[in-house]
């Protein structure tokens, strides 16, 4: 798959973090990348792009990430969500893998890992 055709949707509260993997994923050539600030825009968003893959924060305001996952999953089993928190503890990790999330990440995101997570699955397309 083309990285250009690629659709990455970013959810975090905080904007600073979207920012910085927004301009690391645009330097890999990704082509349509969407950001939302909290659990329900994530959900929204999710719904109106139908994005390639999500990277979404588990702790946010409105609807925690864990939540907004499970709305995503129920909506689109095959949703590619890969969770990142700063908070990364084994229950919020278990929590993430039994409701279908597709990778975990710590923060602060390590970009190498991102670019790995991104061409496995655009190698599956």
């Given at each position: 798959?083309?990285?250009?055709?690629?659709?990455?949707?970013?959810?975090?509260?905080?904007m600073?973090?979207?920012?910085?993997?927004?301009?690391?994923?645009?330097?890999?050539?990704?082509?349509?990348?969407?950001?939302?600030?909290d659990?329900?825009?994530?959900?929204?968003?999710?719904?109106?792009?139908?994005?390639?893959?999500?990277?979404?924060?588990?702790?946010?305001?409105?609807?925690?990430?864990?939540?907004?996952?499970?709305?995503?999953?129920?909506?689109?089993?095959?949703?590619?969500?890969?969770?990142?928190?700063s908070?990364?503890?084994?229950?919020?990790?278990?929590?993430?893998?039994?409701?279908?999330?597709?990778?975990?990440?710590?923060?602060?995101?390590?970009?190498?890992?991102?670019?790995?997570?991104?061409?496995?699955?655009?190698?599956q397309?």
């Open positions: 798959m083309d990285l250009r055709d690629f659709k990455i949707l970013i959810c975090d509260d905080s600073f973090a979207r920012k910085n993997l927004s301009m690391f994923l645009a330097s890999l050539g990704i082509g349509n990348i969407y950001e939302a600030a659990g329900e825009e994530s959900v929204a968003k999710y719904q109106e792009f139908k994005p390639d893959l999500v990277f979404m924060d588990i702790v946010m305001p409105k609807l925690t990430g864990i939540d907004a996952l499970r709305q995503i999953i129920e909506s689109d089993p095959a949703a590619k969500v890969v969770m990142a928190s908070v990364g503890t084994q229950n919020h990790l278990k929590q993430a893998i039994m409701l279908g999330a597709y990778d975990f990440v710590q923060k602060p995101v390590d970009k190498e890992q991102v670019k790995k997570i991104i061409e496995h699955l655009a190698g397309k």
